[in-house]
């Protein structure tokens, strides 16, 4: 059983491997990834040993709050954040409390003689206590927290901090009850101001880090947005808008123009022009009628249809993306862990360090002023405690992962893990299924050459592959019914295994198939082994024993995978076509596209014996990347299987990535996002340990006594707060990465040019069915084309376009209609 918390109470790295280590001891939980960043926590345990009660409960006794996600309250989600109002309150007292205890230093500065250090020491000391203490009481979970953690023996940040201020605070109340017991020198050592700098300059970068988390879940606070709050279901011939959560499987949902689908499902009344952008990434809106599959979370256009429900709730697409998204932020890179082991030890060394600094300090400045000088050791070691807070060392990774993760999402690159993120960028050898990945996955027919003149010929081959379950049968289809072919009454049919279909029309037979049937004459043969070269499937069209026509099937190459087979190869990676097809088909792609590594003629089982024999030769990482039920074998034997569009549901389960856009270029974007995100990571390692080490070493003293440079804990938390808001801001800088697009060489500013838009109306008489309203309706779905509508009753047209009427015209005779003024 696996389930979500959220986790109240954690502050720093050392919070976040308290809560690993607390509760993977648990027995019966088998795994444990807390995220700091989100102040989450997924578990994965046996339910016969574990329960959630358990779980919260062994937290609570380590100081934490663990809130099972499924059961959070929305009111706890309402709740009013007044830290910003408390944020001013305390700096305009921060600003109060510098002018009382600095103000004498400042030239020109007027300083009442209430608070004059030298004519009223008491005032002087007494309204600093007075100007810190709302301070204090603000931030008391500082003390709270840390002093629990420290009674606890495993210190943390809010130790640190509460050490620090605390020490402050009691050092200046000593030296005020000096001050009014007639000491007035100790008004010179009051440390109320560091107390309250401290504080009010932690939470201000408290507060600007938080700020910059939130950018960093943006784009999983866009997805969950994409997914639909209401459906509309049909019900004994009423509408009834319901949660979505709520839809069942086969329930009817009516979606009108304007809204979200909210399930996976399939039309079964209407049609509609959808935009699937948030999706698959096509800008394009597609028309989709009944029969047809579609998405939750796309947009509805124009139209109007009823969707029979598939998969709904959490197993729509969307949630199965946001899903997907959530874990792998949450979950831990393995460059994460060297930061672990040190945050899970850091704070007992700072404060150790202090102490070592404390001691050392006394001695030093015996031995050069020849007194103790308890003020200014004290000033050290509060400055060593505070400088060294382990926030930037804890978020250096978890961030980097979120940003990366949620731009992968944003891009249509769905990474399941960090540790997959983080291996992507060692890919040294592709292995590229070719149907459905190089190719199209879509048969369609390129040649139709009429050797005898028939009359209805492309009818008559419509009316037989319309019987035919073959999937070239398909395209057959489409290509005559783009041709305007008609469904005639054919008799007899009958498919033959491994040959083709027959059937009989007007008393005389014909055939659809291959050359395996009778004798082919010898000018026929050369056209079919001409066309098996080119890497296409030739097909025979016969009347009666008598060839009449020769048609030609390709999967075409997709237009992508040419550019992108070049880039991989031009980044030093090796390219492999792994396909069942034929010999002559793969070697004719293969040679099209360069790669010139090719195993064709290949069961599933044979897939992964090659992956395995490619892992063993290659040092580097071997990925797969497929689309089918028969790549899932070796999508689960390479290191990283990459799932590439809306492949079949096996795939998906089996690969460690999703490529959402059907786009074979995103294979290279996802190895560039992975290494963008790793120099990320070792920027923000690096960062964190370089300026924590500089700073702590600075904070201990040693250059006073060399050229008398003193460090106190006021310029300290402000240096605390920059290391941790540089390292989130540094990560942000993920946002920035680009993927690579099919023009990505082109300069845009050249093509971008400002184009008038105009509304064309015309007529398409010779429209008989609702597939001819999708044909025109796809004729026209190019760029520069926008409010499509083909209405069937009127045969009337119209777009608004930036192309001429003649153009528009142009595109629709390329699919065999004829458009008309009127």
């Not at 944020?87 to 921060?94: G, M, N």
């Not at 990434?281 to 029969?291: A, D, F, H, N």
Request: charge should be neutral; hydrophobic fraction near 45%.
């Amino acid at each position: 059983m696996k389930e979500r918390f959220d986790v109240k109470g954690m502050t720093c790295a050392s919070c976040e491997r308290n809560v690993y280590n607390a509760v993977s001891k648990i027995n019966g939980v088998s795994s444990c990834e807390v995220n700091l960043l989100t102040n989450s926590m997924e578990v994965e345990f046996d339910e016969k040993k574990v329960n959630i009660d358990l779980i919260c409960h062994i937290l609570s006794n380590e100081g934490y709050e663990a809130i099972l996600k499924k059961e959070k309250k929305i009111s706890n989600m309402a709740k009013k954040d007044y830290s910003f109002l408390l944020l001013i309150i305390s700096i305009v007292l921060l600003m109060l409390l510098m002018y009382v205890s600095m103000g004498h230093m400042m030239w020109g500065w007027v300083v009442p003689n209430i608070i004059n250090m030298e004519k009223n020491p008491i005032g002087f000391s007494l309204i600093q206590l007075i100007l810190v203490l709302p301070i204090v009481v603000f931030y008391r979970r500082y003390f709270i927290n840390g002093f629990k953690r420290l009674i606890k023996g495993s210190p943390n940040m809010d130790t640190l901090i509460a050490l620090g201020a605390f020490c402050s605070l009691i050092y200046g109340i000593f030296c005020l009850i000096m001050v009014i017991l007639g000491h007035n020198e100790y008004h010179m050592y009051l440390y109320f101001e560091s107390a309250g700098m401290i504080l009010t300059m932690v939470s201000l970068g408290k507060y600007l880090e938080n700020l910059s988390k939130k950018k960093t879940t943006s784009s999983l606070t866009k997805l969950i947005g994409l997914a639909p709050l209401e459906a509309t279901l049909f019900i004994e011939g009423q509408e009834r808008v319901v949660n979505a959560c709520d839809v069942l499987v086969d329930d009817i949902v009516i979606v009108k123009k304007g809204e979200k689908i909210p399930v996976d499902g399939i039309i079964i009344e209407g049609q509609a022009s959808i935009d699937q952008s948030s999706f698959t990434g096509e800008s394009l809106p597609v028309l989709k009628t009944v029969g047809e599959e579609v998405i939750s979370s796309s947009i509805i256009n124009s139209g109007y249809i009823k969707v029979q429900a598939k998969k709904v709730g959490e197993d729509t697409s969307i949630n199965t993306i946001i899903k997907l998204v959530e874990e792998a932020s949450s979950s831990k890179a393995p460059i994460s862990k060297l930061a672990d082991k040190i945050s899970g030890i850091f704070v007992s060394i700072i404060l150790t360090i202090s102490l070592i600094t404390f001691a050392l300090n006394l001695l030093l400045s015996y031995l050069v002023k020849g007194q103790v000088d308890f003020e200014l050791s004290f000033n050290f070691a509060i400055t060593v405690i505070v400088i060294a807070c382990p926030c930037a060392l804890g978020l250096a990774t978890p961030v980097a992962i979120m940003v990366g993760v949620g731009k992968g999402a944003e891009n249509g690159l769905l990474i399941k893990n960090a540790e997959i993120l983080e291996k992507a960028h060692s890919i040294k050898t592709v292995v590229l299924d070719k149907t459905g990945t190089i190719t199209n996955g879509r048969p369609e027919v390129i040649d139709f050459i009429e050797l005898k003149k028939e009359e209805n010929i492309l009818s008559i081959l419509y009316s037989l592959e319309t019987k035919s379950e073959h999937p070239l049968g398909e395209s057959i289809c489409r290509y005559c019914l783009n041709k305007n072919a008609r469904l005639l009454e054919v008799s007899e049919f009958e498919s033959m295994e491994g040959q083709g279909v027959k059937g009989k029309f007007n008393n005389d037979v014909y055939y659809i198939g291959n050359n395996r049937t009778f004798a082919i004459p010898n000018d026929v043969n050369t056209i079919i082994n001409r066309y098996s070269k080119e890497g296409k499937t030739p097909l025979i069209f016969a009347k009666n024993d008598t060839v009449i026509g020769i048609l030609s099937i390709k999967d075409q190459v997709k237009n992508t995978s040419s550019k992108a087979i070049e880039l991989l190869k031009r980044n030093g990676i090796r390219v492999v076509m792994l396909t069942g097809d034929n010999k002559i088909v793969a070697n004719k792609i293969a040679q099209e596209l360069g790669i010139e590594e090719v195993f064709s003629e290949v069961y599933p089982q044979d897939k992964q014996r090659i992956i395995n024999s490619l892992k063993k030769d290659d040092k580097h990482l071997v990925a797969m990347v497929g689309d089918g039920v028969n790549d899932a074998l070796a999508l689960t034997s390479a290191d990283l299987g990459i799932a590439i569009g809306a492949g079949s549901d096996i795939a998906l389960e089996c690969a460690d990535i999703v490529l959402v856009n059907n786009d074979l270029l995103d294979v290279f974007n996802v190895i560039n996002l992975s290494k963008r995100v790793l120099n990320t990571i070792k920027l923000g390692l690096f960062w964190a340990f370089f300026y924590n080490s500089i700073c702590i070493i600075l904070s201990t003293g040693f250059l006073y006594y060399i050229n008398g440079f003193k460090m106190n804990p006021m310029i300290a938390s402000i240096a605390m707060s920059i290391s941790s808001v540089s390292v989130v801001i540094n990560a942000l800088t993920i946002k920035f990465f680009k993927k690579v697009h099919l023009n990505y060489d082109i300069n845009e500013k050249e093509i971008a040019e400002e184009k008038v838009m105009n509304k064309i109306e015309f007529y398409v008489k010779d429209m008989m069915c609702s597939h001819c309203v999708k044909h025109v309706y796809n004729a026209l779905n190019v760029e520069g084309n926008e409010d499509i509508v083909v209405d069937l009753s009127t045969k009337k047209v119209s777009v608004t376009s930036s192309l001429s009427k003649k153009e528009i015209f142009d595109l629709v005779t390329k699919e065999g209609y004829n458009p008309t003024e009127q």
